[in-house]
Structure formats: C-alpha cells, structure tokens
C-alpha cells in the first residue's frame, strides 16, 4: 500500500461499528423546531423559560436561516431543534386552526421585536379579541400615533408571534385584506376560521 | 396570555459582541467530523462517549466565544482535549490495541445519515490504532480533522516540522505493517 492509497483511505473511512449518530442535548436557551400547518411552514422557537419566542412563516429554508440567526443574536447563540420543547405550542396551534380553542394559554415574550413593534403588538393582542377586526389606522390611533398606520403595518409584518399575537385581524380601511407575512391566503383562512367559529 | 407578554424578559444580548451563528448550524455541519475524530482518537467504544462530551463542553462555552472565525477547528480541539482527558483518566490506555472485540467492531457504518463516501476499513484503523501514540494522534488530525500542520502541532504542543515528521513516520508505519 503507498501513502497516497493510505492518506486516501485515511480521508474517506473511520473506525466504529454502529453508525455515527448526532449530539443530544437536554434543553437549549433557545428551543426550535419548523412545522407544516394548514396555514403555511411555522418555525416555533421558545427561550430557556419556556416562553414562546418565535411563531414565524418561513417558506424555505433560507428564511427560517433568517429567523434563527435573529433568534441566536437577540436572545442566545445556543440554538438548538429540539422538536419535543414545543410540543405544547404545536398542539395549542393545531387545536386553533381546527376552531377548538380561540386563545393561546402560552407564556410568550417578545425579545425579537422593538420597542415600537412592541407597543402596537401588545396593543393589538390587549384589545383585539377573536374573530373581532381593526383596521391599521385604528390600531394607530389606539397607540396615539394617529398618522402612523404605515408604521403599524411594518411592525404588524414583523410580528414574530404569528396567530398568537392575532396580526391576521387588522385589515385595509376599506375591509380589504391588505397583506400578511404568511400570504393573504392564510389571512383569508384565519379570519374565515374565526367568523365560523366565534359567537 | 396577554399579560403574559411582557413578563419573562429574556437574557440579553451577549457581552462578547461577537456575531455567532444558531449552535444547531455547528451541529449539522460537524457532527460527523467530531464523531469520526473522537473515534479516531479514542477508539470505537469510548469515542461515541467522548464525542457527547465535546458538544456538551461546546455548548457551554459557546455564548462566551470571541470570535466566530473557524468555528470547526475549534469543535476539533475540543475533541482532541476530550480525548486525552479521557487517555489520562484511563492511565495511558485509553486507545485498544489489542482488544480484539473493538477491533472487529470496525464493519458497517452506512447507516441513513452518514455520507455515502465514508467507508469503514477494519484494517487500515486496527493498524492505525497500533501506531505509536503521538504518531497515531498526528495522524488522526492530519487526516480525519484535516487540520494543517500549524494546528496540529499546536494541539500536540509541538512544532510545525515535527508534526510533519509524526504524520510522516505515522504513514511509513501504516505502509509497511500492511
């Protein structure tokens, strides 16, 4: 055998029997996993109290990349897919797109949004309830920024609780649907579920 | 719910200032580097172990790192330490040599999630396991870690020609004990 057959197989083989498998761990400061709804691709992620932290449409890859690099900047770099720490939100998901239950009973914290976003996201989920709409200039007025309803349509985009904060319910002034991080597909879907099943 | 918003203020941002990417991304990337190189180093049985600890140590340290530079020679080092911590912990026998049940437990690793490129030869790593241990460690690095020679003799406390000179008389022994 000469070195190059020997430096070749050193490269391309290794010792062991069973197959390599990858690390576990218990817990992470930042727990994810990316699911299919009826909705669309969600990544849920939750920090180390267990609060929900992300409830994002992500279409592909690229844009749930895009979500745990924010997530690993602004709450933790120690992000970990540890699908079993979000069964409890997946399953308060699945039962709300099914129109069994019209609020979440989840701890939620809202590292990824500013303070602005957060002002208007708190806003809208203190005084906009099930199957109830706003409109974005009325949202505006509620946070006494009266001429600010562009602004409360960004941070309404940049929701990062999806559905648990109810961004689906503020729409155009004139009852059109304007837009929705998750397309105006799943808008029509949420409003649509919620007018079904409220009352 | 709604009160709920605002009443678990997560940590905030680290203090190193450094931009590191999500931990999950290390994992996919180099788990199969790490575990190749813990097994390399420590033998089949203990290697899985030693691997494990590796990614714990890594965890734990990984918010404190001041650069996001080389992330993967970093996760090697890690590796290598594990695996001389073991190697001492043990009296010097970490490594099997002769023990005839790790040796034949060089055979199928095709499992789903392995690269289809990574092959097992029983004999090549029985031999390599026999070799001279900072021969065998040179080597290891050389090949599976693909570190250069700096980080080699870095890891080995030594210097650059000297690693080449290990990784050198590591192959000649493999060569002739074939």
Not at chain 1, 25 to 30: E, H, K, T
Not at chain 2, 155 to 161: A, C, E, K, S, V
Request: glycine share 8%; hydrophobic share 40%.
């Amino acid at each position: 055998m000469n070195d190059t057959i020997v430096e070749q197989r050193l490269h391309t083989t290794y010792p062991g029997s069973p197959p390599l498998r990858p690390p576990t761990f218990p817990s992470a400061d930042v727990a994810y996993v990316v699911e299919d709804t009826p909705v669309g691709r969600i990544l849920f992620a939750r920090n180390g109290n267990g609060a929900l932290v992300a409830s994002r449409y992500v279409a592909d890859d690229e844009a749930a990349d895009v979500v745990l690099d924010r997530l690993a900047h602004m709450v933790s770099p120690r992000v970990l897919r540890l699908p079993t720490a979000l069964d409890e939100a997946r399953r308060q998901f699945e039962e709300f797109l099914a129109g069994r239950r019209n609020d979440f009973d989840l701890e939620t914290d809202l590292a990824l949004a500013t303070p602005f976003q957060r002002d208007v996201l708190e806003t809208l989920a203190q005084t906009v309830g099930y199957g109830e709409r706003e409109t974005y200039g009325g949202l505006a007025r509620a946070i006494h920024r009266p001429t600010a309803s562009r602004a409360v349509g960004a941070a309404l985009g940049a929701n990062p609780l999806c559905i648990v904060v109810p961004c689906h319910r503020v729409v155009g002034a004139h009852g059109s649907l304007a837009g929705y991080a998750g397309g105006v597909a799943a808008k029509e879907y949420l409003l649509g579920l919620e007018s079904d099943t409220s009352g | 719910m709604l009160e709920a918003l605002d009443s678990h203020p997560s940590p905030r941002r680290r203090s190193t200032g450094v931009n590191l990417p999500p931990f999950q991304r290390l994992v996919d990337a180099h788990w199969r580097d790490v575990g190749r190189l813990a097994r390399a180093l420590a033998g089949p049985v203990d290697g899985d172990d030693v691997a494990q600890q590796a990614w714990t140590q890594a965890y734990a340290a990984y918010p404190g790192l001041t650069s996001a530079q080389n992330l993967r020679g970093w996760l090697l080092t890690i590796t290598h330490r594990c695996a001389m911590d073991l190697h001492r912990s043990r009296g010097r026998r970490a490594v099997p040599t002769d023990d005839e049940a790790v040796l034949a437990g060089v055979a199928a690793v095709d499992g789903p999630e392995m690269s289809p490129h990574l092959l097992v030869d029983e004999d090549l790593w029985g031999r390599v396991a026999r070799l001279p241990e900072r021969q065998r460690e040179a080597v290891v690095l050389k090949y599976v870690g693909d570190l250069d020679h700096p980080a080699i003799a870095e890891l080995l406390g030594t210097t650059p020609t000297m690693s080449r000179r290990l990784v050198s008389d590591g192959l000649k022994n493999l060569r002739e004990s074939a």
